[in-house]
């Protein structure tokens, strides 16, 4: 079985640019989670999508960042217009549908800022 | 008071040895404790789970959880070098509906060879 993928690995773009990162999750899991990683800090939540619908996206910094999981398959998170402190890892995890499910994660896309 | 805090280390221990990794929690309601392991650069892996009071072992890895403390441990026996990694332990808070994971800063662990 496929375990969650995510593209591209790593990206480097300016301050001002539009970055998009993709998020395929383990087959037959419908739910989704952004998180993200910058230097020297934990994993902090971002948001959840229940198939298509945003579930809870209490950790989405702000009106920068849009998240889409239409057909409630993949995922897209754009950053945009990114700023410096938008660095960091980002990560996509997958679970089964019930609260407290083990949540799998992806590899993570590297994002840096200029 | 963080909400997950963990020591950041590293934590050294022989080849061998019974390492020993801590995490304390503030939401005294939360129900579901997870261990990941993340290699350098790597996506965190699911070591364990558990969710109620007391041991589980699976392999060389025992997690313990008191839920009176609000902490969490896990224990890595006969450690080996390729343990060497950060621990990063997870906790979903209690909130009705919420899934998702607050983490620790993550525990580095050296095991010497």
């Known amino acids: 079985e496929a375990g969650v993928t995510q593209f591209p690995s790593h990206s480097v773009i300016e301050k001002g640019q539009t970055v998009t990162l993709r998020c395929d999750p383990i087959?037959?899991?419908?739910?989704l989670y952004w998180y993200r990683r910058v230097m020297g800090k934990e994993i902090k939540f971002l948001l959840h999508f229940v198939k298509e619908s945003k579930q809870d996206e209490s950790g989405m910094p702000n009106n920068r960042f849009l998240a889409e999981r239409t057909g409630g398959t993949y995922s897209t998170l754009k950053v945009q217009p990114a700023e410096l402190e938008d660095s960091g890892v980002y990560f996509c995890?997958?679970?089964?549908?019930?609260?407290?499910?083990?949540?799998?994660f992806g590899p993570g896309t590297r994002l840096l800022v200029l | 008071q963080k909400e997950v805090e963990q020591n950041s280390g590293p934590l050294s221990v022989p080849e061998g040895a019974i390492a020993s990794l801590n995490c304390t929690y503030s939401?005294?309601?939360?129900?579901?404790f997870f261990w990941y392991r993340q290699y350098s650069g790597k996506s965190p892996e699911l070591i364990m789970f558990i969710y109620s009071n007391g041991d589980k072992e699976d392999g060389r890895f025992t997690a313990q959880l008191n839920k009176a403390s609000q902490y969490v441990s896990l224990l890595i026996r006969d450690s080996q070098p390729s343990d060497s990694a950060t621990y990063l332990c997870?906790?979903?808070?209690?909130?009705?509906?919420?899934?998702?994971?607050?983490f620790g800063t993550g525990t580095r662990l050296k095991v010497l060879a």
């Open positions: 995890a997958s679970s089964q549908n019930l609260q407290g499910k083990a949540q799998y």
């Open positions: 087959s037959g899991h419908d739910n």
């Open positions: 997870a906790v979903n808070p209690s909130a009705s509906g919420t899934y998702k994971y607050i």
């Open positions: 939401d005294r309601g939360s129900q579901s």
